[in-house]
């Protein structure tokens, strides 16, 4: 499906059971909707349909200039947009990496249309703030701040060399992996987009942000993790005044949806279906 929010046009997957409840899948960066290809199907066989978007910056006919565009606002926006269209009151929402700050936001700022939540990687901006103070957050989060340079970043992600695979690799990416990132980040453009998220970080309203969430939630994290780490995890459960559900996957990386789609979409469902 597609749909439009301004002058932006949004591409959303659309699949599974047409009868059944919503779960909106978000993806994080640097990846793109392929990233819940294999947890979207083990959804679909409990019941639900799900609704994967291709988020802003990375959908080719979704990618504005200018780093204000890509606040938080405008990404939870673009997110009730896809509800709108599809015409539902409210959606299950799971979101991965940056996909889950927006599923955050989203359940803080418009509770009424989450059923439910589950973030996975990313903890609650709050707690992830506070963990960059009174743990190695700060030091597992470097990157933020060379994101924000001009032109460098693009750069070496997009470079021909081996330099962006050995980065990625590094972090837990598999070679698969690596290859959809070539092909759909750094061949169809996205890199800029994607950027964008962090880059837009100094407008986001630190208020909005890390507003708590009064949604029912399931925060799933990886002790593998090498960019979260567990300081964050630990104290997500302090900003969620709703029934909550901490779980750590022992030994994944931070690509939980394509490590363990099946412990992963079992989470998923049994949030959504209680």
Excluded at 97 to 118: C, E, M, Y
Excluded at 182 to 195: H, I, K, N, Y
Excluded at 244 to 250: A, G, Q
Aim: aromatic residues 8%.
């Amino acid at each position: 499906m597609s749909f439009s929010r301004g002058n932006l046009r949004f591409r959303a997957i659309d699949s599974g059971p047409a009868d059944g409840e919503v779960v909106v899948l978000l993806h994080g960066f640097p990846q793109r909707t392929s990233s819940w290809d294999a947890v979207a199907p083990r959804l679909h066989a409990a019941g639900f349909r799900t609704l994967v978007l291709d988020q802003r910056g990375y959908c080719s006919t979704a990618r504005p200039r200018g780093r204000r565009a890509y606040r938080l606002s405008e990404l939870v926006g673009d997110v009730i947009a896809l509800l709108d269209s599809a015409d539902l009151p409210a959606a299950h929402v799971v979101g991965h990496d940056w996909g889950a700050a927006v599923a955050w936001g989203v359940a803080a700022s418009h509770p009424d249309r989450v059923r439910s939540l589950t973030a996975v990687s990313v903890p609650h901006p709050a707690a992830f703030l506070r963990a960059m103070i009174l743990s190695d957050q700060l030091l597992r989060s470097w990157y933020i701040g060379m994101f924000q340079l001009p032109w460098l970043p693009e750069r070496l992600l997009t470079s021909h060399g081996d330099r962006p695979e050995r980065a990625l690799a590094a972090m837990g990416m598999t070679p698969e992996m690596i290859g959809r990132f070539r092909s759909e980040m750094v061949a169809d453009g996205a890199v800029p987009g994607g950027l964008g998220w962090y880059r837009a970080l100094p407008f986001t309203s630190p208020r909005k942000a890390t507003a708590r969430v009064r949604v029912p939630t399931t925060f799933v994290w990886s002790d593998h993790d090498p960019a979260l780490g567990r300081g964050g995890a630990e104290r997500t459960a302090r900003f969620v005044d709703a029934d909550y559900r901490f779980v750590e996957m022992n030994g994944a990386s931070h690509w939980i949806p394509e490590e363990r789609p099946v412990e992963l979409a079992r989470e998923i469902i049994a949030r959504a279906g209680g």
